[in-house]
C-alpha cells in the first residue's frame, strides 16, 4: 500500500508474558524476506544516516484500517520522517482489502512465516507422539491463564482470593473498564472453563477413550481446576507429558516458543477445540480452512452460558442434546461461515478456492466421511468473512442460519468425531457429575 521497504518484525518484549525472543529466533528470518522477495522488499534493520543507526518515528493506526486509510494517515508520515515504526499492530489492517492484498496476506499468514528449524524438529517429535498413542486426536488450547482471565473481567466462583488476584493482574491494563462478570458472561465473551469444555465435548459425542492435546499455559488454580476435565478425559496430554525436561529446555525459558510448539501440534490435530477467540485460535482456524480445511470446534458461549447455569436441573440426556443443537453452526464445517462476515484470520476465503465437483455431492448429500472441498490454490476470489465475539469477536448466531446449518448437517466432517445418535442413550456416569 505505502511502496514501503520493511524491517523484519520487532516482537513485544514488555508484556505479561516477559519473552525476550526476536522474530529471528522463532521464525526463519531467511526464508521469510525471500518467500515476499517479489511482493514487498524487506531488509533485516533499519539503514544507517550519517554512522547512526535510523530512529524511526513511532505511530499508531486505527484499528481495521484499509488502503485508503493507510494512504491517508501513514503515508504522508512517511515521506515526511522517512522510516515509520507502527506500534500495536494487532487489527489494525481491515478485513476487506482488494483481492491482491488478501492473497499477499495468506502468502505471508500460511507460507512466508515459517518456524525456525528447531521449533519445526520439537513440533514434529511432539506430534509424531502423540499418533504413537493414537490414531487420531483432539487438540485443545485452552486459555485460562491468570492473565486471560484477568483481561477478561469474568469471575470463577474463587471467591475473595481469585477478586484479589485476578484484579491485581487487570489493574496492570489502564485503559480497561471497569469490570462486570455476569454481562461478560451473558455476552458469550468469558472463556469456558476446562470442565465446561469436558461436557461440551463429551455432549459432542466424544468419549473417555478420546485422546486430548491440551496446549495452554500456567492454568489458573492448578492442576484443581484441571481435574474435572482430566476425569472427562483420562488420555489427557500436554508438551510437557509426552517430552522429557531436557527436550523442552531450550523452550522453555520463552513463552512464544513453547507457544509455537502448541502450535504445531494443534494445526496437526485431527479436530482443533477452543474456549476462547484469541489471536492464536483464529490463526489456526484460518489456516485450518486453508490448508485442505480440517474442523475447528468453537463453543457457542453466549448459549452456553446459560445451559451451563442450568445443567443441574436436567439429565445428561437433555444437556447433551441442547448442547448439540446449541452448537450447530460452531463446529467448524466448510460453509457454516456466511459470506461477507467475519476475520480475515480465521477465514481467508479471498485467497481458498472451491473444488465444484465436491459441492456438487455434498449438496446431493454424496459427501464421503472425513472428505473436504475446500482446495489451497489462490486464483479465485471468493469473498467471504465472519465475525467473532463483541466489536471484534462476534460470530453469527446459529439461529439466524438455521436452513444453512440444516444443509450443512449433510456434510460429517472428521472421522474422529463421533455420530450425535451414539449419545442420545443415558450415561449415569455423567448424570453424577452434572449433579455435583
Known amino acids: 500500500m505505502l511502496n514501503a521497504t520493511l524491517i523484519v518484525p520487532i516482537l513485544d518484549k514488555k508484556s505479561f508474558w516477559k519473552d525476550n525472543s526476536n522474530f529471528s529466533e522463532i521464525f526463519n528470518v531467511d526464508w521469510f524476506i525471500s518467500y515476499l522477495a517479489k511482493d514487498v522488499e524487506i531488509v533485516k534493520e533499519p539503514p544507517r544516516r550519517?554512522?547512526?543507526i535510523w530512529a524511526p518515528y513511532t505511530m499508531r493506526?486505527?484499528?481495521?484500517c484499509n488502503d485508503k486509510c493507510y494512504t491517508s494517515r501513514v503515508l504522508p508520515v512517511l515521506l515526511k520522517k522517512r522510516a515509520v515504526m507502527l506500534t500495536k499492530f494487532d487489527y489494525?489492517?481491515?478485513n476487506k482489502l482488494e483481492t491482491d492484498l488478501q492473497k499477499l496476506r495468506c502468502r505471508v499468514n500460511y507460507h512466508a512465516l515459517k518456524f525456525t528449524d528447531p521449533i519445526l524438529e520439537m513440533g514434529a517429535k511432539l506430534v509424531q507422539r502423540m499418533r504413537m498413542n493414537t490414531k487420531h486426536y483432539i487438540a485443545l488450547h485452552l486459555?485460562?491463564?491468570?492473565?486471560?482471565?484477568?483481561?477478561?473481567?469474568?469471575y470463577y466462583g474463587g471467591g475473595d482470593k481469585e477478586k484479589r488476584e485476578l484484579g491485581k493482574i487487570r489493574r496492570r491494563w489502564k485503559t480497561l473498564h471497569i469490570s462486570n462478570p455476569d454481562k461478560g458472561r451473558r455476552q458469550g465473551r468469558c472463556p469456558l472453563t476446562p470442565e465446561e469444555v469436558g461436557l461440551m465435548l463429551r455432549a459432542l459425542g466424544?468419549?473417555?477413550d478420546t485422546h486430548i492435546y491440551v496446549a495452554s499455559g500456567e492454568v489458573y488454580g492448578g492442576?484443581?481446576?484441571?481435574?474435572p476435565?482430566?476425569?472427562?478425559?483420562?488420555?489427557?496430554?500436554?508438551?510437557e507429558t509426552i517430552s522429557r525436561k531436557q527436550e523442552l529446555e531450550p523452550f522453555s525459558a520463552f513463552s512464544s516458543r513453547m507457544a509455537a510448539l502448541d502450535f504445531i501440534v494443534c494445526d496437526e490435530s485431527d479436530v482443533f477445540v477452543t474456549n476462547n477467540n484469541g489471536n492464536m485460535a483464529k490463526i489456526l482456524a484460518g489456516r485450518r480452512r486453508y490448508f485442505g480445511h480440517k474442523p475447528t470446534i468453537r463453543p457457542n458461549a453466549k448459549k452456553l452460558y446459560r445451559l451451563f447455569l442450568n445443567r443441574n436441573n436436567m439429565t445428561w440426556g437433555e444437556f447433551a442434546s441442547k448442547v448439540r443443537t446449541f452448537q450447530k453452526g460452531f463446529m467448524g464445517k466448510p460453509r457454516e461461515v456466511r459470506p461477507g462476515r467475519g476475520e480475515f484470520h480465521e477465514n481467508p476465503s479471498s485467497c481458498i478456492c472451491e473444488d465444484s465437483n465436491a459441492i456438487a455431492k455434498m449438496d446431493m448429500g454424496l459427501l464421503k466421511h472425513g472428505k473436504g472441498y475446500i482446495t489451497t490454490k489462490n486464483d479465485t476470489d471468493t469473498t467471504s468473512e465472519s465475525q467473532n465475539m463483541g466489536d471484534d469477536l462476534d460470530w453469527s448466531?446459529?439461529?439466524?442460519?438455521?436452513?444453512?446449518?440444516?444443509?450443512?448437517?449433510?456434510?460429517?466432517?472428521?472421522?474422529?468425531?463421533?455420530?450425535?445418535?451414539?449419545l442420545m442413550s443415558e450415561e449415569p456416569e455423567l448424570d453424577g457429575l452434572l449433579s455435583d
Open 206 to 208: 466424544y468419549g473417555r
Open 229 to 239: 476435565l482430566k476425569a472427562l478425559f483420562p488420555n489427557f496430554y500436554s508438551k
Open 92 to 94: 489494525r489492517l481491515a
Open 143 to 154: 486459555r485460562f491463564e491468570p492473565d486471560m482471565l484477568a483481561f477478561s473481567g469474568c
Open 397 to 422: 448466531d446459529p439461529e439466524d442460519d438455521e436452513d444453512l446449518s440444516n444443509e450443512q448437517g449433510k456434510v460429517l466432517y472428521n472421522q474422529t468425531s463421533l455420530g450425535y445418535d451414539a
Open 223 to 227: 492442576e484443581e481446576t484441571l481435574a
Open 50 to 52: 550519517r554512522g547512526h
Open 61 to 64: 493506526v486505527p484499528r481495521k
